[in-house]
């Protein structure tokens, strides 16, 4: 298995513009989490799926941000307008349905976001 | 909410040391616990977890870490360290109880091994 897919890895953008962030989750995974980290604050939780449905959006800083995934296997993190405080290394996460046995997340290889 | 707690911010060790990083989760109930290492500019991988049964798990590259549940502690330990374990870790908790989904992540260690 390719594991979780992230794209871009690097994004560099000026302030004001639209960010859009891509994760295809391992195959046969039904929750996806998507993730900020960040020197000053740590690693945050923003959002989560299960089956494609967002259960919970706490984290998400702001209107600014947004998430959705309209199947299975896809999902973004849009980000409108970007502000330069949004740089950051913006992880997705999967994992297989519960089955009582500590099912752990798989992590992606992140999108370092630089907001200029 | 459960909380984790990792008081241990930096820790420098130098080659061959042996190693206990601390972790602390705040939830009376059932748990599933999991250390996570982020190698410098890299992804979080699991280096180990702990759901049921033995309260002594053994992970990867030679770590283990004891669940003590009367402590809410569940640290992380190897005997001795090498270069390449330079690193952060994350211990995280997972409550057992449907509708709460989310991991709840440490605030991390970063440990340098010195050569």
């Known amino acids: 298995d390719a594991g979780v897919i992230q794209s871009p890895r690097h994004e560099v953008t000026e302030m004001g513009q639209e960010v859009t962030l891509r994760c295809k989750p391992i195959s046969g995974h039904n929750s996806l989490f998507w993730y900020r980290q960040t020197m000053m604050r740590g690693l945050e939780l923003l959002i989560y799926f299960n089956n494609n449905v967002p259960i919970d959006d706490s984290g998400m800083p702001e209107d600014r941000f947004s998430a959705k995934m309209p199947n299975a296997s896809f999902s973004t993190l849009k980000i409108q307008p970007s502000e330069p405080r949004d740089s950051a290394v913006y992880f997705c996460?999967?994992?297989?349905?519960?089955?009582?046995?500590?099912?752990?997340?798989?992590f992606g290889p992140g999108t370092r976001l630089t907001v200029l | 909410a459960q909380s984790v707690s990792q008081h241990n911010h930096h820790v420098i060790l130098s080659e061959a040391a042996s190693l206990e990083l601390g972790c602390n989760y705040s939830y009376g109930g059932t748990v599933n616990l999991f250390w996570y290492v982020q190698y410098p500019g890299q992804h979080l991988q699991l280096l180990l977890k702990y759901f049921s049964g033995d309260p002594l798990v053994k992970g990867i590259k030679g770590f283990e870490a004891e669940f003590i549940k009367s402590k809410f502690s569940f640290n992380l330990r190897k005997p001795s360290v090498q270069w390449s374990d330079t690193a952060e870790y994350f211990c995280?908790?997972?409550?057992?109880?449907?509708?709460?989904?989310?991991?709840?992540f440490g605030t991390g260690t970063r440990l340098t091994i010195i050569p």
């Open positions: 995280a908790v997972d409550i057992s109880n449907f509708g709460n989904e989310k991991l709840t």
């Open positions: 996460a999967s994992r297989i349905p519960r089955t009582g046995l500590g099912n752990e997340q798989f």
